[in-house]
């Protein structure tokens, strides 16, 4: 089992729609979780951060963790085209030999359509 | 505040050279972590320093390593380079726990041949 999945896509949406990314992972002792948005050559753009259960919204952006699940989602209302990107989630453990590493999911490739 | 910025931007090396990237973090960051990025292993931590110190290492062999400077400045060195060492690799940096984080580079494509 990886340590962090994500839904595999790709997901289209139209302009408009809300997108709903999707992230699951194994470690129940994972404490900071972060939404990242790749566009194609370019690095990855951290967009949310989330560490405690419940919902933290930013704009069009929602990110929602369930500890209990061991589950994050990425919810992005009235999607544009611009949004258009490989979006990766990525956990961290703190501490001990976690020290600056994130595990990222295989990220999930997002298309919206006009 | 300045991003990270990330040295050189492109390199084709042939196998069997060693290479040297190197990494500025935003100002007032200490620790800088490294990762790897290909198509069919996605993002893979290399190793993070805080403090001129490698706290954590990830599963790589040991021709890939790396250093901090007193400024937070770091440069990832592999030696002995391999076709499968092709790849975009990216230094991110972030202020100390618990807050971790953290904010990308540009990245390096390396190419080798």
């Known amino acids: 089992q990886k340590e962090v999945e994500q839904n595999s896509g790709p997901l289209s949406v139209p302009e408009g729609a809300i997108a709903s990314l999707n992230c699951t992972y194994s470690?129940?002792?994972?404490?900071?979780f972060f939404w990242y948005r790749q566009y194609s050559g370019k690095s990855p753009e951290l967009i949310m951060s989330?560490?405690?259960?419940g919902d933290k919204e930013d704009g069009r952006f929602t990110a929602q963790l369930n500890k209990a699940s061991q589950y994050v989602s990425l919810l992005i209302r009235d999607s544009q085209p611009s949004d258009s990107a490989t979006y990766l989630c990525?956990?961290?453990?703190?501490?001990?030999?976690?020290?600056?590493?994130?595990?990222f999911g295989q990220g999930t490739i997002l298309t919206v359509h006009p | 505040k300045a991003g990270v910025t990330q040295t050189p931007r492109y390199l084709i090396k042939t196998r069997g050279q060693q290479v040297t990237l190197s990494c500025s973090p935003i100002?007032?960051?200490?620790?800088v972590s490294w990762y790897q990025q290909t198509p069919g292993q996605g993002l893979q931590f290399l190793f993070e320093?805080?403090?001129?110190?490698?706290?954590n290492k990830g599963n790589f062999p040991g021709r890939f390593s790396g250093r901090q400077f007193s400024n937070s400045r770091s440069e990832m060195n592999v030696s002995t380079l391999e076709l499968g060492d092709s790849a975009l690799y990216l230094c991110?940096?972030?202020?100390?726990?618990?807050?971790?984080?953290?904010?990308f580079g540009p990245g390096t494509r390396l190419t080798v041949t």
């Open positions: 989330i560490y405690s259960n």
């Open positions: 991110a940096s972030s202020l100390e726990p618990p807050r971790y984080e953290q904010y």
């Open positions: 470690d129940r002792v994972s404490q900071s």
């Open positions: 320093y805080f403090s001129e110190t490698q706290r």
């Open positions: 100002s007032g960051h200490r620790s």
């Open positions: 990525a956990v961290n453990k703190l501490g001990g030999t976690s020290y600056g590493k994130l595990t």
